[in-house]
């Protein structure tokens, strides 16, 4: 019996079998024996944090050891997910039609297409996926959607990405796009340039495109003068992390800043995600310092 969550509702979903996929470039799932579940994935310990069932034991296993250390985690991706939701409302209602989601991870409902379509009804929407096992799920979710892609690419490979057929056939880049990068760039190494992937993506799209980006962070909440950064604490999330498939790389705000390139952040700027233009009740000084997530939308002029 596998030890990934399944629920009853889903056995009985109509769900379309993902997998085996014969090789090549459009490879895109693997049968069960393939899949490897000896290491913990970001993206599957996230869906963990939010409640979701397309995760293993070893995954379980590593974000409890996060939990225990940062018990907060939860309210954190909460928060993460709820910021990217008004971001998109944001984004949809100044005129963009269509996004490109990368990172997209395991799709959690309300996803950006159904987000954007509750007030543009023919938005389109491309999700992009880098792991191939992370894909998998999501490829399965999203996969009889109309009006929305999935691609398997890499935003270290962002000319590959967006040439991409099925980016092409959906996104018209003579129009502005909105670019969706929630958690992504928390596990691109400096090595990697992360500022340098932001600036190719932009060159791609036209002005007037949209960047919504949400990174996590070690900094103390600047309105909590109590606020302190827990290194015991951060050290040990980092720890957890190496055992996983992709390191964690927190940033400052001030980092943050520096990766926009050309998009100009809309107001209130890089904030803390409860902060990125509330619809509710704003959490405590002490709950925003507990909060590890940035949020900023940009705007390319």
Not at 25 to 39: K, L, V, Y
Not at 227 to 248: C, F, H, I, Q, W
Not at 252 to 275: H, Y
């Amino acid at each position: 019996m596998s030890d990934q969550h399944c629920t009853p509702e889903a056995a009985g979903s109509g769900v379309p079998e993902i997998g085996p996929y014969p090789p090549g470039p459009e490879h895109q799932g693997f049968s069960a024996e393939e899949i490897d579940t000896s290491r913990p994935h970001p993206a599957r310990m996230y869906d963990y944090f939010l409640g979701g069932w397309d995760n293993y034991e070893v995954d379980r296993v590593a974000a409890d050891r996060v939990i225990e250390v940062y018990p907060q985690v939860r309210d954190s991706v909460r928060a993460n997910h709820a910021f990217v939701q008004r971001a998109v409302r944001t984004v949809v209602a100044s005129g963009i039609r269509q996004f490109v989601e990368i990172g997209t991870g395991i799709p959690t409902s309300p996803n950006a297409h159904e987000v954007a379509r509750e007030t543009a009804p023919g938005t389109r929407v491309v999700y992009v996926e880098s792991d191939p096992i992370v894909a998998t799920h999501a490829r399965a979710r999203l996969a009889n959607t109309p009006e929305t892609g999935f691609v398997l690419g890499d935003i270290r490979d962002a000319k590959a990405l967006l040439d991409h057929p099925v980016v092409r056939e959906l996104i018209d880049f003579d129009r502005p796009v909105g670019l969706l990068i929630g958690g992504v760039m928390d596990f691109i190494a400096d090595e990697d340039n992360p500022a340098g992937l932001i600036a190719r993506l932009a060159e791609t799209v036209p002005a007037g495109s949209h960047l919504v980006l949400s990174h996590g962070t070690h900094e103390p909440y600047e309105g909590y003068p109590q606020g302190r950064t827990d290194e015991v604490a951060r050290s040990n999330v980092e720890d957890v992390y190496k055992s996983a498939s992709t390191p964690l790389v927190l940033r400052t705000k001030a980092q943050i800043a520096a990766i926009l390139g050309p998009f100009a952040p809309l107001e209130p700027g890089i904030v803390r995600v409860p902060l990125w233009r509330p619809d509710g009740p704003v959490p405590s000084p002490e709950e925003l310092n507990n909060t590890i997530f940035y949020g900023v939308v940009g705007r390319k002029d």
